[in-house]
């Protein structure tokens, strides 16, 4: 996008949003997360009495920042969260604590990945890999529709085998 008048060009937010049900795969996975550290805690309190009052009080804590990071993360991220293919390149906006803004040239894509791992095939979303000839590395588009992955990830590749050129 130009700025009128100077010809220079202009940052702008990538235009799609990722599906609304990403919100409950972020959730899903921060509960998850939140388990993973709250159970061993359970065990060390039943399993050594002596230290049941430490970890009551860390198992509170640990509940405490879970529950905050089950309700605010997830609606943050798909707030923020966006992608976008246009004929010259790959926008991606990802991210909650720190954002990262990254551009591809489509010239420079290598290989497009679709991922689905259990809780995302569960919710019907998928994640696209697109890999550059970049150090920055991979750009990812987390918590899309299976089928709009697909529909991105063959439109990619077509658009790079168009190009014809090597992208290393």
């Not at 700025?3 to 599906?19: D, I, K, Q, W």
């Not at 943050?76 to 790959?90: F, M, Q």
């Amino acid at each position: 996008m130009t700025t009128p008048g100077t010809g220079e060009r202009r940052l702008r937010a990538p235009a799609h949003r990722v599906s609304p049900r990403a919100r409950r795969w972020w959730a899903l996975r921060s509960a998850l997360g939140t388990l993973a550290l709250l159970v061993p805690q359970v065990v060390v309190a039943l399993l050594f009495p002596r230290y049941g009052q430490l970890m009551l009080l860390t198992g509170a804590a640990t509940v405490v920042v879970g529950v905050v990071h089950l309700l605010v993360v997830p609606r943050w991220r798909y707030a923020l969260h966006r992608w976008e293919i246009t004929d010259d390149a790959v926008h991606t906006l990802s991210g909650w604590l720190r954002l990262e803004w990254r551009i591809a040239p489509i010239s420079r894509v290598q290989t497009v990945d679709t991922d689905r791992g259990p809780l995302q095939r569960l919710l019907g979303l998928s994640s696209v890999t697109v890999t550059t000839a970049s150090s920055s590395g991979a750009l990812t588009i987390d918590g899309l529709e299976a089928d709009a992955a697909v529909t991105l990830a063959d439109r990619l590749t077509r658009a790079t085998e168009h190009l014809g050129e090597d992208a290393t």
